[in-house]
């Protein structure tokens, strides 16, 4: 009963580095997300995949990097970590049926860049 | 574009008693689904409640419950009998029934006072 899975739950990073958040779901979920939080702003969309091979920008794509090469993954890469990168990550994923529009959220990843 | 609005960053309300938080979105679309999300300090995103915009009848799950009111483009989220594991940040979230997108407000904190 794992559903969404997201590693690591913390790191830290110094400006510069390059790191790949890891989502993985077990719900055979055709869409998956990536959110990031920042006090104030709620949860804005990075960018998302409807499917294996499709992979679609959101409202905050600059600075990531994202790949769907089977449904059960969804990475999320920082090629070259800024300060304003720090944030809360969290992945998302939802069926394509009937019950498309319920979206299960991981347990976040927190991010600090130095 | 679509836009969800919470204008109440910090409500509290009393152990016991009722409390409601405010959420309005701006949309063209006919279809659409809106969600409450509650996000307690464990950061953990869960589901509180969902309404589908052509369905009439407002949603309620046990103390919750919500106003919508489809004209006004007003989805308030009222809590019965506030305990206190009812404390976290609330999300309001639309999606359209075409989208892939989901659009989240900036979020409510709630304090319940013992």
């Known amino acids: 009963n794992a559903g969404v899975t997201q590693t690591p739950k913390f790191q830290v990073l110094k400006t510069g580095q390059s790191m790949t958040l890891q989502c993985a779901q077990d719900?055979?979920?055709?869409?998956m997300s990536w959110y990031r939080q920042d006090p104030g702003m709620g949860l804005r969309l990075i960018h998302y995949?409807?499917?294996?091979?499709?992979?679609d920008q959101g409202e905050v794509p600059n600075g990531y990097n994202v790949s769907r090469s089977t449904t059960e993954d969804f990475p999320l890469r920082l090629l070259s970590a800024a300060p304003s990168q720090t944030s809360v990550y969290f992945c998302?994923?939802?069926?394509?049926?009937?019950?498309?529009?319920?979206?299960?959220f991981g347990a976040g990843t927190r991010l600090s860049v130095l | 574009a679509q836009t969800v609005t919470q204008s109440q960053p910090e409500m509290s309300v009393q152990e016991a008693e009722t409390v409601t938080l405010s959420c309005t979105y701006d949309?063209?679309?006919?279809?659409?689904?809106l969600f409450w999300y509650k996000q307690p300090p464990s950061r953990q995103m869960i589901l509180v409640i969902r309404?589908?915009?052509?369905?009439?009848q407002n949603a309620t799950e046990n103390r919750f419950s919500v106003n919508f009111q489809k004209a006004a483009k007003s989805f308030s989220l009222k809590i019965s009998d506030s305990q206190l594991g009812d404390t976290a940040m609330y999300f309001c979230?639309?999606?359209?029934?075409?989208?892939?997108?989901?659009?989240f407000g900036t979020g409510t904190s709630l304090t319940v006072i013992p």
């Open positions: 309404q589908e915009a052509y369905k009439q």
């Open positions: 979230a639309f999606i359209s029934n075409t989208g892939n997108q989901f659009y």
């Open positions: 998302a994923s939802r069926t394509g049926g009937l019950a498309k529009n319920i979206q299960y």
């Open positions: 995949s409807v499917g294996a091979g499709i992979t």
């Open positions: 719900m055979n979920h055709e869409y």
């Open positions: 949309t063209s679309e006919s279809n659409y689904y």
